[in-house]
C-alpha cells in the first residue's frame, strides 16, 4: 500500500448519491527552474449517474484532471475519493483491477487495437477480468448490437470508418457497464456529423443505463445537451 496520507469518509458525512470526489486535488509539473501548478485546490462532487461537462482553454489541465479522476495519472496532493474511500492508498495493481470494475473510458483517438476486430476489441475488457470468452462474446455482440454495428462485428479496426472506431470505443468502454464513463474530446477527431451522432449515443447510454458521464469538451453546443457545465480557469473551477 501506499505511505501518502489516505482519507476516507464516513457515510454519514457525505450524501449517499455521490459517486466521486475530489479534495483539494493539486497537480504540480516542473520544467527545468519553473513550477507549474496546473491544478489548484480542486473539489469536485460527482453524482450517481450524473453528466458533467468540462471545459476551458487549451492547457488549462481539462484532460490532466481527467486522467487523475481515471486513475492514470497522480495528484501532487489532495485526495480522489470513489464512494468515499481514497483510490490512490491502493497498489498498482489494484488500481488496474478498480479501472476495469469501475471505469470506462472514451478518447479523442479510440486506442482499438488495430489487429482485432470490432468483436475482439469490445471484448477486451471481460477477457482481461477473467470472464469467460462465450460470456464476452454474447456481451459484446449485443452492445455492438445496441451502439448500430450488428453489421460490422467481424471487421477489423482498418476497414472502419472514424465514426465506426469510435462506436466501438463507445461500446468497449460500455460492455461491463462501470458507473461512470469519463470521455476526453470523444468527438475531436470526427466531422460535425459523425461526431453528433456520438454525442447523442453517450447521452443515450447515460439516459438508459444510468450511467454517470465526465466530457472534457470544447463545444459550447455538446456542453448545453450535457446540462451541468464546470469551466477550468486558472486550475480550478
Same mark, same amino acid.
Not at 29 to 44: E, K
Not at 211 to 231: E, F, M, Q
Given at each position: &500500500?501506499?505511505?501518502?496520507?489516505?482519507?476516507?469518509?464516513?457515510?454519514?458525512? @457525505?450524501?449517499?448519491?455521490?459517486? $466521486? =470526489?475530489?479534495?483539494?486535488?493539486?497537480?504540480?509539473?516542473?520544467? +527545468?527552474?519553473?513550477?507549474?501548478?496546473?491544478?489548484?485546490?480542486?473539489?469536485?462532487?460527482?453524482?450517481?449517474?450524473?453528466?458533467?461537462?468540462?471545459?476551458?482553454?487549451?492547457?488549462?489541465?481539462?484532460? %490532466?484532471?481527467?486522467?487523475?479522476?481515471?486513475?492514470?495519472?497522480?495528484?501532487?496532493?489532495?485526495?480522489?475519493?470513489?464512494?468515499?474511500?481514497?483510490?490512490?492508498?491502493?497498489?498498482?495493481?489494484?488500481?488496474?483491477? $478498480?479501472?476495469?470494475?469501475?471505469?470506462?473510458?472514451?478518447?479523442?483517438?479510440?486506442?482499438?487495437?488495430?489487429?482485432?476486430?470490432?468483436?475482439?476489441?469490445? &471484448?477486451?475488457?471481460?477477457?482481461?477480468?477473467?470472464?469467460? $470468452?462465450?460470456? &464476452? @462474446?454474447?456481451?459484446?455482440?449485443?452492445?455492438?448490437?445496441?451502439?448500430?454495428?450488428?453489421?460490422?462485428?467481424?471487421?477489423?479496426? +482498418?476497414?472502419?470508418?472514424? +465514426?465506426?472506431?469510435?462506436?466501438?470505443?463507445?461500446? @468497449?468502454?460500455?460492455?461491463?457497464?462501470?458507473?461512470?464513463?469519463?470521455?476526453? =474530446?470523444? %468527438?475531436?477527431?470526427?466531422?460535425?456529423?459523425?461526431?453528433?451522432?456520438?454525442?447523442?449515443?453517450?447521452?443515450? &447510454?447515460?439516459?438508459?443505463? +444510468?450511467?454517470?458521464?465526465?466530457?472534457?469538451?470544447?463545444?459550447?453546443?455538446?456542453?448545453?445537451?450535457?446540462?451541468?457545465?464546470?469551466?477550468?480557469?486558472?486550475?480550478?473551477?
Amino acid at each position: &500500500m501506499s505511505e501518502r496520507a489516505c482519507l476516507a469518509l464516513d457515510p454519514a458525512q @457525505r450524501p449517499e448519491d455521490v459517486l $466521486f =470526489e475530489t479534495v483539494d486535488l493539486c497537480k504540480k509539473f516542473q520544467a +527545468g527552474d519553473l513550477q507549474i501548478d496546473v491544478l489548484r485546490n480542486v473539489n469536485l462532487r460527482i453524482a450517481a449517474g450524473e453528466r458533467v461537462a468540462i471545459l476551458g482553454q487549451s492547457g488549462v489541465g481539462k484532460s %490532466t484532471l481527467l486522467y487523475i479522476l481515471g486513475t492514470l495519472d497522480h495528484p501532487t496532493s489532495g485526495s480522489l475519493l470513489f464512494r468515499g474511500k481514497d483510490v490512490f492508498c491502493k497498489t498498482s495493481a489494484e488500481l488496474a483491477t $478498480f479501472r476495469n470494475h469501475e471505469l470506462g473510458f472514451v478518447f479523442q483517438f479510440h486506442h482499438l487495437l488495430p489487429e482485432f476486430s470490432a468483436l475482439e476489441n469490445v &471484448m477486451m475488457p471481460g477477457l482481461l477480468r477473467g470472464l469467460s $470468452f462465450a460470456e &464476452m @462474446r454474447d456481451r459484446a455482440r449485443a452492445i455492438l448490437e445496441e451502439v448500430g454495428l450488428s453489421h460490422r462485428l467481424e471487421h477489423h479496426v +482498418g476497414k472502419l470508418s472514424g +465514426g465506426e472506431r469510435q462506436r466501438v470505443a463507445v461500446a @468497449r468502454a460500455l460492455v461491463l457497464n462501470p458507473p461512470l464513463i469519463l470521455a476526453d =474530446e470523444p %468527438t475531436g477527431n470526427l466531422d460535425p456529423r459523425t461526431g453528433e451522432r456520438i454525442e447523442d449515443l453517450l447521452l443515450e &447510454m447515460n439516459e438508459t443505463r +444510468g450511467i454517470a458521464l465526465v466530457v472534457v469538451t470544447h463545444s459550447d453546443r455538446l456542453a448545453a445537451k450535457i446540462g451541468r457545465r464546470l469551466t477550468l480557469i486558472d486550475g480550478n473551477f
